[in-house]
């Protein structure tokens, strides 16, 4: 089965075709450039270099969120027009769960975080035995204080991934439980492990027609206070 | 915080200019005023002050405009932005740390969510029909 799976999520983006769990091409970039202009390139010249084309792809697969609004929208929406044509099955996949992936090799707890801005991380916690990565909680929005407080009743060594780990690993909150910050390489989700991830949700049938993607926001808390600030509130 | 006076839409758009030659990259430039305050005018010559030829147009119907030239300026209008998602779906907090210029209009409606470190930009009208007297506050020197 061929999938080719997406990631622009975030501020990197990147492209993958796979086949039976292995890796036939990967595009990645992390430039900051917008996807809407980089995604279709990289998704092009990845098809082109690996002599596949588009009508032999089984199965399309995108980070659906958390993450960035507008990048969520551009994976989302570039996959449904590729699988339209053919109705071509598709599977979201949460962009927490494809970053899981870069670390199932290892045995403890990935606490998978992206950030989400004022203290905020998107994140999901899973437990990851040495091949595949348990989910332990649905994916959230949560204070890094409060995340690192419920960090202590998981099993050890505690992996964090994603681009809010930096800001975890260096918080005073997460100093105490000696979690793991991973290399460069390992730090981001990449459109491989959507595809890893999807692969797993198709078994589960899990799979959806091209207009059944759906984008996946999640709120951080700030959300609850008023946008506009009252009179009189306002500084002169 | 620095005061200028300026009396018509030309000496606004020319301290536009000013600023928008002295921007560094990832500043966030809060404008508050109504309409026909000046604030698309000034937001011509920031523009124009970092090398942007086209002209620039109010983006009260797209929300943001994107323009290209020393860096890029990312101009957003909140007019009809009423909630956190209406927010959200302006994609305003992806253009945050891009290194790019934000310029937001109507910052008003969105003020709890300017970072801490945004300039803000006040305009209020003067004597004459045509005055404008514009307080920038927390513009590096």
Redesign the interface.
């Known amino acids: 089965m061929k999938i080719l799976a997406v990631d622009s999520s975030a501020a990197a983006a990147s492209a993958a075709l796979t086949q039976e769990g292995k890796i036939l091409g990967e595009f990645y970039c992390n430039v900051?450039l917008t996807h809407s202009q980089t995604l279709m390139p990289m998704i092009g010249g990845l098809l082109k270099n690996t002599r596949t084309d588009i009508g032999s792809v089984d199965l399309f697969a995108v980070s659906t969120g958390p993450g960035?609004?507008?990048?969520i929208r551009i994976g989302i929406a570039s996959v449904k027009g590729l699988a339209m044509p053919k109705n071509t099955p598709c599977i979201g996949v949460s962009t927490l769960r494809a970053m899981a992936e870069n670390l199932a090799h290892l045995s403890g707890t990935v606490c998978a975080v992206m950030d989400a801005?004022c203290g905020q991380v998107y994140n999901a916690v899973f437990r990851v035995d040495g091949k595949t990565a348990e989910r332990l909680v649905p994916d959230r929005a949560v204070s890094v204080q409060a995340l690192a407080e419920e960090c202590k009743k998981y099993a050890g060594p505690l992996f964090l991934v994603g681009d809010g780990a930096g800001l975890c690993y260096n918080s005073p909150w997460f100093e105490p439980l000696g979690a793991v910050l991973p290399p460069e390489t390992l730090l981001y989700q990449r459109a491989s492990g959507v595809a890893k991830a999807a692969e797993e949700a198709f078994r589960e049938g899990k799979a959806v027609s091209p207009g059944g993607l759906r984008p996946v926001?999640l709120?951080p808390a700030?959300?609850e206070?008023?946008?506009?600030?009252k009179m009189g509130e306002?500084?002169k | 915080m620095q005061k200028f006076t300026t009396v018509s839409p030309e000496e606004t758009e020319a301290l536009g200019e000013k600023i928008g030659a002295g921007l560094k990259g990832g500043e966030v430039l809060a404008l508050f005023g109504g309409m026909g305050a000046g604030k698309t005018a000034l937001t011509r010559g920031i523009a124009r002050g970092l090398g942007i030829p086209q002209g620039v147009s109010s983006p009260t119907f797209a929300l943001v405009h994107e323009y290209h030239g020393r860096l890029a300026l990312y101009h957003f209008d909140m007019y009809r932005?009423?909630?956190?998602?209406d927010?959200?779906?302006t994609?305003f907090?992806?253009y945050?740390g891009?290194?790019g210029v934000l310029v937001v209009e109507w910052s008003?409606?969105?003020?709890?969510?300017l970072p801490e470190s945004a300039v803000?930009i006040c305009f209020q009208r003067g004597k004459s029909d045509n005055e404008r007297i514009i307080t920038v506050e927390g513009m590096d020197p």
Do not use: C, H, M, P
């Open positions: 900051g960035s609004f507008t990048g801005r926001y709120r700030q959300a206070r008023a946008l506009k600030k306002s500084r | 932005v009423e909630s956190w998602d927010l959200y779906s994609g907090f992806d945050l891009t290194g008003e409606n969105i003020e709890n969510a803000r």
